[in-house]
């Protein structure tokens, strides 16, 4: 009888064996599919924006109301903060599909100067903003490198909402206006990521946004670099 207790036992030892190596696999395979939630914050440029540009605004702003400039200090902040919240889901461990919300700071010009009234000198200043916030919906493809980092690219189209304020004065008077006008834009991007517990995606990723606004704001190029936070469920 003690002979055949331990085939037996090796049988049940191997079943158990065979059901446990199956487990990481199962939750892989499990985490290849399914929903993703993701928060970043990071540090964006507007490109094509010069001081130039802007102060030859200022001086035809200025002249519209025949008010020839007569001395021009400005300066010009083209960084901002961005901030971002996506959601998607995973078809498989390569490909997804995400949408979200993002905005995307703004760029702040300010000048300070001198103005002709019919022969007065007077004091002036003119403040220019340009904010752009959005929704997007896009694709993601991920190679995996290893169990915990891979590398991602990304691409889509978005809604993006641009908003200018200006704000003027000459002597005692002053001006203030805003406008808003939405444009239809593309984004894409690169980015690299550290899988924590598998659930868990620490990351560092570049977004362009390409063309944001349109010919009623102008248009302007957007670089986004951000940290990034993610959930996979």
């Given at each position: 009888m003690q002979p055949c207790r331990i085939p037996r036992l090796m049988r049940v030892l191997s079943i158990l064996a065979l059901g446990f190596a199956g487990l990481p696999?199962?939750?892989?395979?499990?985490?290849?599919?399914?929903?993703?939630?993701?928060?970043?914050?990071?540090?964006?440029?507007?490109?094509?924006?010069s001081l130039a540009d802007l102060d030859s605004f200022t001086r035809d702003f200025f002249d519209s109301f025949a008010l020839p400039v007569q001395t021009l200090?400005?300066?010009?902040?083209?960084?901002?903060?961005?901030?971002?919240?996506?959601?998607?889901?995973?078809?498989?461990?390569?490909?997804?599909?995400?949408?979200?919300?993002?905005?995307?700071g703004s760029f702040?010009?300010?000048?300070?100067?001198?103005?002709?009234?019919?022969?007065?000198?007077?004091?002036?200043?003119?403040?220019?903003?340009?904010?752009?916030?959005?929704?997007?919906?896009?694709?993601?493809?991920?190679?995996?490198?290893?169990?915990?980092?891979?590398l991602r690219a990304r691409a889509g189209i978005s809604n993006s909402s641009v908003t200018l304020k200006l704000s003027s004065t000459v002597g005692t008077d002053s001006l203030a206006d805003k406008f808003s006008d939405a444009s239809q834009d593309f984004y894409y991007g690169v980015g690299a990521g550290f899988v924590v517990w598998d659930y868990y995606r620490l990351g560092l990723d570049y977004l362009h946004h390409a063309k944001v606004g349109k010919s009623s704001t102008g248009t302007t190029n957007v670089d986004n670099v951000m940290l990034t936070l993610g959930f996979r469920y």
């Open positions: 696999a199962a939750q892989a395979q499990y985490l290849d599919r399914g929903w993703t939630m993701e928060v970043a914050a990071g540090k964006t440029t507007f490109k094509d924006v200090n400005s300066t010009l902040d083209t960084k901002d903060r961005s901030l971002a919240l996506t959601a998607g889901y995973r078809f498989n461990r390569w490909f997804a599909a995400e949408a979200g919300m993002y905005t995307l702040r010009y300010a000048s300070t100067g001198t103005v002709d009234d019919a022969g007065t000198i007077l004091p002036s200043t003119f403040d220019f903003g340009y904010r752009a916030r959005g929704i997007m919906i896009g694709g993601t493809a991920t190679l995996p490198v290893g169990r915990n980092f891979e």
